[in-house]
């Protein structure tokens, strides 16, 4: 069995500790190190497992003033799977009125999130 | 418009202007004027629409639209007159405001004025680059406009210089838009920007960042085909024989802040050469006596939520000093010491605890922060992107001997 070890910059706060997480070739986790509090380990174990982001972008509008209408992922989605949700999106087109909060693509790609609007639609 | 005399004139309606009008409405003043030179109130909150707002004021992730809309839908809620489309073009130190909008232009004598003006980038006029003068080299911020407003990509192979938060959230933003980001170049040992920009923005898409480099040259008549870097020596000189060309079709420029204070010079407020903000006392009241200043129109913040709190603050007190509440005297200054660029407020009364805001100069770790001699506080690191905020309690103030007229701020190792 070989040991890997991956280097997790912590986002928590501005310590920015360097977490080192070492593992074994199933990836199962063998010791996490160099983190200052909980938080610091806990998040470097979930950004090793998956690391998971929320997407912010734009789709566009027609029949409106704006040309775009600014939206987001309401649930994180894996890191992994951001362009696709890019590729996705590209295609998709709004029309007012719609306001943040909205839904805009349900369940994207599957992946448990909604695309929701941020901002407000008008004609 | 009604005739009673305007209680607080707000000028600029971004996160610090809609919260010192709403503020001050809830201080009690009549007759609070927001007045913005745009189409619409939220200042530059629109076209920020990723994500990381909110998370101190709220104790909420949102994006810049939704935090913005908040703010929004308050000052509609709170009979606060808004002037859009409305360019002030003068202030007098006796607070004579005189506006431009298509119904031609007025002079308003407001009892109270709070300046929430922001900031704007620094263009390439502002930085030493030479080359030739190619379309294709913007701003981030024009850039960030471009992308998430108007719905235009401003170029395919992009190289950005600064590393500040606007330059990597434009990386990632252009990245997933399609564009090849080549390069951010910076001229500092260290990435400018908050730690979770640095690691979500640059590492998540493995963008390539040059160290310790700048641009020496920029090349292409008619567009831009690509920039020279070069490695700094020590004097931030760049070193012969280390130049390479890196082939791009547009450049961003992420090289700064200037806050904007035209306005604030006209009226003869006093501003600190190191911030280009007006001098301000801890109840953000500038030396033009009710005349308030707050948000980045003061210093650069680096989020949000506290521009939000600033403006509060000043809206506040310029409600006050409407109602008739007269100045109070500020007989302490802070002073920026060892390793510490800016102290904001700059001056206090030494009588009531205070927030106090700094930046240091350059990074450290397990330094102590120390306010004269009433306070030191342990900090396991400081970096120059990353503002401090501070309280000074009332206890620690009584500290202050008699005849003391300043606190000198440092921010240095253990000796």
């Given at each position: 069995?070989?040991?890997?070890?991956?280097?997790?910059?912590?986002?928590?706060?501005?310590?920015?500790?360097?977490?080192?997480?070492?593992?074994?070739?199933?990836?199962?986790?063998?010791?996490?190190?160099g983190f200052q509090c909980k938080k610091g380990k806990e998040y470097a174990v979930a950004e090793y497992r998956s690391p998971m982001r929320v997407l912010t972008t734009t789709v566009i509008a027609t029949k409106s003033r704006h040309a775009l209408l600014p939206v987001r992922t309401n649930r994180v989605i894996p890191r992994g799977k951001l362009i696709n949700c890019m590729n996705y999106l590209a295609k998709i087109k709004v029309k007012p009125p719609l306001k943040a909060g909205d839904v805009i693509v349900r369940n994207i790609l599957n992946l448990g999130s909604d695309i929701i609007a941020v901002g407000t639609l008008l004609d | 418009m009604n005739s009673a005399p305007i209680d607080v004139l707000v000028i600029g309606s971004g996160p610090a202007g809609m919260a010192a009008a709403i503020q001050a409405r809830k201080s009690g003043s009549e007759r609070v004027l927001l007045v913005e030179r745009a189409e619409e109130l939220g200042g530059?909150?629109?076209?920020?629409?990723?994500?990381?707002?909110?998370?101190?004021?709220?104790?909420?992730d949102m994006t810049g639209p939704e935090y913005g809309q908040k703010f929004i839908e308050k000052v509609m809620d709170s009979k606060i007159e808004v002037l859009l489309e409305t360019m002030v073009l003068r202030l007098t130190a006796d607070r004579k405001v005189t506006l431009c909008n298509r119904n031609g232009v007025q002079t308003l004598a407001p009892k109270?004025?709070?300046?929430?003006?922001?900031?704007?980038?620094?263009?390439?006029?502002?930085?030493?680059?030479?080359?030739?003068?190619?379309?294709?080299?913007?701003?981030?911020?024009?850039?960030?406009?471009?992308?998430?407003?108007?719905?235009y990509l401003p170029g395919k192979e992009i190289v950005i210089l600064g590393s500040g938060d606007v330059g990597m959230i434009m990386a990632r933003r252009l990245t997933l838009e399609g564009a090849r980001v080549k390069a951010v170049v910076e001229i500092l040992p260290y990435i400018g920007g908050l730690i979770r920009n640095e690691v979500q923005c640059i590492y998540d898409f493995n963008?390539?960042?040059?160290?310790?480099?700048?641009?020496?040259?920029?090349?292409?008549?008619?567009?831009?085909?690509?920039?020279?870097?070069?490695?700094?020596?020590?004097?931030?000189?760049?070193?012969?024989g280390t130049e390479k060309f890196i082939e791009c079709d547009t450049l961003l420029l992420s090289v700064g802040l200037i806050p904007e204070n035209e306005l604030s010079f006209m009226a003869g407020v006093d501003l600190d050469p190191i911030t280009g903000g007006p001098i301000v006392n801890e109840r953000m009241e500038t030396n033009v006596s009710g005349i308030y200043a707050a948000g980045n129109c003061v210093h650069v913040n680096d989020l949000v939520d506290n521009v939000t709190l600033e403006g509060e603050k000043a809206g506040q007190n310029a409600a006050e000093y409407a109602s008739g509440k007269a100045s109070q005297e500020m007989r302490i200054k802070l002073e920026a010491g060892e390793n510490v660029r800016y102290v904001v407020p700059q001056m206090i009364t030494?009588?009531?605890?205070?927030?106090?805001?700094?930046?240091?100069?350059?990074?450290?770790?397990?330094?102590?922060?120390?306010?004269?001699?009433i306070m030191a506080k342990k900090l396991k690191v400081v970096k120059p992107s990353e503002m401090l905020n501070l309280i000074v309690s009332a206890k620690h103030l009584k500290e202050i001997k008699k005849r003391t007229d300043k606190l000198v701020m440092s921010c240095q190792k253990e000796s």
């Open positions: 069995m070989t040991k890997h070890v991956s280097e997790i910059i912590c986002i928590v706060c501005p310590l920015a500790c360097r977490v080192s997480v070492a593992a074994d070739d199933e990836r199962h986790i063998l010791e996490v190190d | 530059l909150l629109s076209q920020c629409i990723h994500n990381g707002f909110g998370l101190i004021y709220f104790s909420e109270s004025v709070v300046l929430t003006m922001g900031c704007r980038e620094r263009a390439r006029e502002s930085i030493v680059i030479s080359g030739y003068r190619p379309a294709g080299i913007f701003t981030a911020g024009t850039a960030q406009r471009w992308v998430n407003i108007e719905g963008i390539p960042v040059l160290l310790e480099h700048t641009i020496s040259n920029i090349h292409g008549i008619q567009r831009v085909n690509g920039v020279t870097v070069a490695r700094l020596d020590q004097d931030k000189n760049p070193i012969p030494g009588k009531r605890e205070v927030t106090i805001r700094l930046r240091v100069k350059e990074p450290g770790r397990d330094v102590i922060l120390r306010v004269g001699d």
